[in-house]
């Protein structure tokens, strides 16, 4: 066998794999992580860069690469089957799904948060146009809500909080992630419809003015919903939770602002300048920035 340094050093090499995943693909999670404790960062980093490879597989790189929907499905099914072999057995020779399990296997992200997010990126690979609500409920679970329990499984990690508490803080966790994809489908809408031939938001009908006011509505309540309960959470990942959500709400005010003839024809952003003075007024207000 053998040493286990062997094993602490591709595992050091993956998460690091992860950390450049992260700081390439996003500028404003990628700020609100760095007021994380480094154990915490390093373990959302993981997580980040996971799902981003498994976004990557169905919004474009891959088909680029050649691949025809078939071979993006089969790719898409491997880096699944991968992803479960490894987190019972906690080595992967892809270093990204290495370094998710590695911290899946600590904090207790198992097989029933990893499926959901699977099948609603599977379900990229289908027609996504004219959705039910219910079927655009499902979608946004497992490509989002998942994804903030799998960040909630990270920040209590070694922290002991009653069942009710908990029960409140994945609430608050699946709202934020709801936010956050929301805002993601209104940024995207131009290229989902052009280029992807997507519609996320359920009807049949084009997306329109009255139906941007409703997004962004529910988008506010689901941040207000995030933000009731940040007080619950460890002080390590309050301020970074605080920040991110401070973040998209910026940008989903600029979305309100923002026509949908604008919105297909930009991808809105916040200016640099403004993220600053946000991340400056969550570090002089903490948790209630």
């Given at each position: 066998?053998?040493?286990s340094?062997?094993l602490?050093?591709?595992s050091?090499?993956?998460?690091?794999?992860?950390s450049?995943?992260?700081g390439?693909?996003?500028t404003?999670?990628s700020?609100a992580t760095?007021?994380?404790?480094?154990?915490?960062?390093?373990?959302i980093?993981?997580?980040?860069?996971?799902?981003?490879?498994?976004?990557?597989?169905?919004?474009?790189?891959?088909?680029?690469?050649?691949?025809?929907?078939?071979?993006?499905?089969?790719?898409?099914?491997?880096?699944e089957?991968?992803?479960?072999?490894?987190?019972?057995?906690?080595?992967s020779?892809?270093?990204?799904?290495?370094?998710f399990?590695?911290?899946?296997?600590?904090v207790?992200?198992d097989e029933?948060?990893?499926?959901?997010?699977?099948?609603?990126?599977r379900?990229?690979?289908?027609?996504?146009t004219?959705?039910?609500?219910?079927?655009?409920?499902?979608?946004?679970?497992?490509?989002?809500?998942v994804?903030g329990l799998?960040?909630?499984?990270?920040?209590?990690?070694?922290?002991?909080?009653?069942?009710?508490?908990?029960?409140?803080?994945?609430?608050?966790?699946?709202?934020?992630?709801?936010?956050?994809?929301?805002?993601?489908?209104?940024?995207?809408?131009?290229?989902?419809e052009?280029?992807?031939?997507?519609?996320?938001f359920?009807?049949n009908?084009?997306?329109?003015?009255?139906?941007?006011?409703?997004?962004?509505?529910?988008?506010?309540?689901?941040?207000?919903?995030?933000?009731?309960?940040?007080?619950?959470?460890?002080?390590?990942?309050?301020?970074?939770?605080a920040?991110?959500?401070g973040?998209?709400?910026?940008?989903?005010?600029?979305?309100?602002?923002t026509?949908?003839?604008?919105?297909?024809?930009?991808?809105?952003?916040?200016?640099?300048a403004?993220?600053?003075?946000?991340?400056?007024?969550?570090?002089?207000?903490?948790?209630?920035?």
């Amino acid at each position: 066998m053998r040493p286990s340094t062997s094993l602490a050093l591709y595992s050091r090499t993956a998460h690091a794999a992860a950390s450049h995943v992260l700081g390439a693909y996003s500028t404003s999670f990628s700020m609100a992580t760095r007021l994380l404790p480094p154990d915490q960062r390093s373990m959302i980093e993981d997580v980040y860069a996971l799902v981003r490879v498994a976004d990557e597989i169905v919004d474009g790189p891959a088909h680029e690469a050649g691949l025809a929907a078939d071979g993006c499905r089969a790719t898409l099914d491997a880096l699944e089957a991968e992803t479960c072999a490894a987190l019972h057995s906690g080595f992967s020779a892809n270093v990204v799904v290495h370094a998710f399990a590695d911290t899946a296997r600590a904090v207790g992200i198992d097989e029933p948060l990893v499926h959901p997010f699977f099948a609603s990126m599977r379900r990229d690979l289908e027609p996504l146009t004219g959705l039910s609500d219910a079927e655009y409920r499902t979608y946004v679970h497992g490509s989002a809500e998942v994804v903030g329990l799998m960040c909630l499984c990270v920040f209590l990690h070694g922290t002991s909080v009653t069942p009710e508490v908990r029960e409140r803080l994945e609430h608050g966790a699946c709202r934020l992630g709801a936010a956050f994809q929301k805002i993601n489908f209104l940024r995207d809408l131009g290229d989902d419809e052009s280029r992807l031939g997507r519609a996320y938001f359920p009807g049949n009908g084009a997306f329109d003015e009255a139906r941007k006011a409703q997004v962004v509505a529910e988008i506010d309540a689901d941040l207000a919903a995030a933000r009731a309960v940040l007080p619950l959470l460890p002080a390590g990942p309050r301020r970074a939770t605080a920040l991110a959500a401070g973040l998209f709400g910026a940008l989903n005010e600029r979305l309100k602002r923002t026509p949908c003839a604008g919105l297909r024809a930009q991808r809105v952003s916040v200016p640099a300048a403004v993220k600053l003075r946000i991340v400056a007024t969550t570090l002089a207000g903490g948790a209630r920035a």
